[in-house]
């Protein structure tokens, strides 16, 4: 049974890879839970972004800063194995700062290789209630259908996850309510913006526009952008992919909780057919 993505394993001073960000590492074992509907050997992007996300929100507790933007890279395939998390101020500010969180695993002879980076822009919050507006109404969850998506059945991340894929979405976008079932990290709290990571990677699935029996289309980023802090643990994700002539595609999103429009993302597609 999947209860966790992460379990948490202690903390590792170690940095003898030689770069200069510092920080010490966290340390953590993968679940099943991570495991990819691509390739069960390799993690979903969710459960990556929603770690590295974590790791950025702690390092910005009581700076008075919020996260505006995340941009999970995905630089290789992550394994579903011990993984080592760590963040740091990349760019400080009291009213503008950049943090960056990465994902590192261990190669075959000991050394390592970051598999994940997630670069977030925060920003200092001030009162604009007064000014405050939305580009699209509230979206309503309503009837979902049978099917909820077209990996049905594909053991790992998609366990852990409860689709909702709407039977009448109302236009061309694919619309879909996702609800993570499982904590992040052991039984720790989950915040918020960690339960939409948790999700949100998802919408290349949502806004599929090819086949997945006769297509890949795997994205190598996601893209956040959040004009208003998330709330809850149900998210609606609108989203439509775009597929280029040359084997690249585009899937775009808009990002709702119960509350109304929270923003919206992007994700770039590695197209390819299958033999």
């Known amino acids: 049974m999947i209860d966790?993505?992460?379990?948490?394993r202690r903390v590792d001073a170690d940095c003898a890879?030689?770069?200069?960000?510092?920080?010490?590492?966290?340390?953590?074992?993968s679940t099943d839970g991570t495991r990819s509907n691509w390739d069960p050997e390799i993690q979903h992007g969710s459960p990556p972004l929603a770690l590295l996300t974590r790791a950025i929100e702690n390092l910005a507790a009581g700076s008075g800063l919020r996260i505006g933007r995340l941009t999970l890279d995905i630089l290789g395939a992550i394994p579903v194995t011990t993984v080592r998390?760590?963040?740091?101020?990349?760019?400080?500010?009291?009213?503008?700062?950049?943090?960056?969180?990465?994902?590192?695993?261990?190669?075959?002879?000991?050394?390592?290789?970051?598999?994940?980076?997630?670069?977030?822009?925060?920003?200092?919050?001030s009162d604009t209630r007064d000014a405050a507006t939305d580009r699209y109404?509230?979206?309503?969850?309503?009837?979902a259908t049978e099917?909820?998506?077209?990996?049905?059945?594909?053991?790992?991340?998609?366990?852990?996850?409860?689709?909702?894929?709407?039977?009448?979405?109302?236009?061309?976008?694919?619309?879909?309510?996702?609800s993570p079932l499982v904590p992040l990290v052991d039984s720790e709290p989950t915040t918020p913006?960690?339960?939409l990571a948790m999700?949100?990677?998802?919408?290349?699935?949502?806004?599929?526009?090819?086949?997945?029996?006769?297509?890949?289309?795997?994205?190598?980023?996601?893209?956040?952008?959040?004009?208003?802090?998330?709330?809850?643990?149900?998210?609606?994700?609108?989203?439509?992919?775009?597929i280029g002539p040359d084997g690249v595609g585009v899937t775009t999103?808009?990002?709702?909780?119960?509350?109304?429009?929270?923003?919206?993302?992007?994700q770039t597609l590695l197209v390819q057919r299958r033999a």
């Open 253 to 266: 999103a808009e990002i709702f909780d119960r509350q109304g429009f929270i923003g919206t993302c992007a």
């Open 137 to 143: 109404p509230p979206l309503v969850e309503g009837v």
């Open 147 to 178: 099917k909820a998506h077209a990996w049905e059945g594909a053991p790992g991340y998609l366990e852990t996850v409860d689709w909702r894929k709407q039977a009448d979405p109302g236009g061309a976008a694919a619309e879909v309510w996702l």
């Open 199 to 242: 999700v949100v990677d998802s919408a290349n699935g949502i806004g599929a526009a090819l086949d997945p029996q006769l297509f890949v289309f795997m994205n190598t980023d996601t893209v956040v952008h959040l004009h208003r802090l998330p709330t809850g643990a149900d998210f609606g994700l609108r989203a439509r992919g775009s």
């Open 85 to 125: 998390v760590r963040a740091w101020v990349d760019r400080p500010g009291s009213r503008i700062s950049m943090m960056v969180a990465e994902m590192v695993t261990d190669r075959a002879d000991g050394t390592r290789r970051p598999v994940a980076r997630v670069t977030a822009w925060l920003l200092a919050p």
């Open 17 to 29: 890879d030689g770069d200069n960000a510092g920080g010490e590492y966290e340390v953590f074992e």
């Open 4 to 8: 966790c993505l992460f379990r948490r």
């Open 193 to 195: 913006l960690q339960r």
